[in-house]
């Protein structure tokens, strides 16, 4: 069996990698720095508990590995300190690569984010559109994508990225709070959420990894892989409460009016180490515009996403409910 590895385990993306890859016959080796959260991987897979920056934990979890998925990344939390998105962002990659060509890995996948685009000019953003990261997390993962990118080719190893748009379905929790907003008919919309939002269904975004780990030829390269399409804001949120048997929201709020208030929270919270109810980013949901082409992915890759948002959206809510999280 070919060897793999895969950084960042229990995450949200990397939880759904490590099951592919033991499905299609790999050996996993998982890197995970919460001892609990990994004693939930599947009991085939080898463990390495540790810091990303830890290049002795990561030089054993690469060991024999022909790849590397370095999914680690920090979550994203209003009160988090800049020195947290510097030091797994940044350092954790760069660590990454030195202990994957140590250990003689041929091809590192690095995921990316679209979040390196920030708020997207001209509907679909591609690969070579300009960089314009709007926060301190998109700043850094443009900072470890340049790093990673750089790497390719040194002493041997191929490097390809990912650029993952927003990725959603069974086992996130990251869109749970908008979903049960709308189940309890309390959420609303802000602004006129004209602009676009090009959602991602994990299983399509497994795949996309997969293929860039497989095609030959590529190192090098980066790649947007996401749903088949995007959607105006508003039709996106009426889809999301379609899925959970909600009317679609109609109370509207003035963007300036959430902005100012979430500037407001932050500004108390965050010095008093606190999560404020309210952030920024979540504000800029409502406004930014996320439309990209998956043109190149297609082309070379041979992606071809396979959920369209409506069924993924249903299983989302079909694994919320099972989990009891709609209560």
């Known amino acids: 069996m070919t060897k793999v590895a895969v950084t960042g385990a229990t995450g949200f993306l990397g939880s759904h990698l490590v099951d592919r890859l033991l499905h299609e016959g790999y050996e996993v080796s998982a890197h995970a720095r919460d001892p609990e959260k990994a004693k939930m991987l599947d009991k085939r897979v080898s463990v390495f508990i540790g810091d990303i920056c830890n290049s002795d934990v990561l030089a054993e979890a690469f060991s024999g590995c022909e790849w590397v998925f370095h999914t680690v990344s920090n979550f994203r939390t209003a009160s988090g300190t800049p020195e947290s998105y510097q030091k797994i962002n940044v350092k954790g990659t760069e660590t990454a690569l030195q202990a994957a060509r140590e250990a003689g890995v041929k091809r590192f996948i690095h995921c990316s984010t679209i979040g390196v685009h920030g708020d997207v000019a001209e509907s679909p953003a591609t690969e ?122 109609l109370l509207r709020l003035p963007y300036w009016l959430l902005f100012s208030a979430a500037w407001g929270c932050e500004k108390i919270f965050v010095p008093l180490g606190k999560e404020p109810p309210l952030h920024i980013r979540r504000v800029r949901f409502f406004k930014n515009n996320r439309a990209f082409s998956i043109d190149k992915a297609r082309r070379v890759l041979g992606y071809t996403p396979q959920v369209e948002l409506e069924q993924g959206m249903r299983q989302t809510v079909d694994w919320y409910r099972e989990k009891g999280l709609l209560d």
Do not use: W
Request: glycine share 10%; with cysteine.
């Open 128 to 249: 070579t559109s300009p960089f314009n990261p709007g926060d301190l997390y998109q700043e850094t993962k443009l900072e470890a994508e340049r790093l990673a990118l750089a790497a390719a080719g040194q002493e041997g190893m191929e490097v390809v990225v990912v650029r993952p748009c927003s990725m959603y379905g069974p086992g996130d929790l990251r869109m749970l709070k908008m979903f049960r907003m709308l189940s309890k008919k309390t959420f609303f919309k802000v602004g006129p959420c004209r602009e676009n939002f090009h959602a991602a269904y994990i299983d399509d975004v497994v795949d996309g990894f997969m293929r860039a780990a497989e095609v030959p030829g590529i190192s090098g390269e980066v790649y947007i892989v996401g749903g088949s399409r995007y959607h105006p804001l508003d039709e996106y949120i009426d889809t999301a409460a379609a899925a959970v048997g909600a009317p679609r929201p």
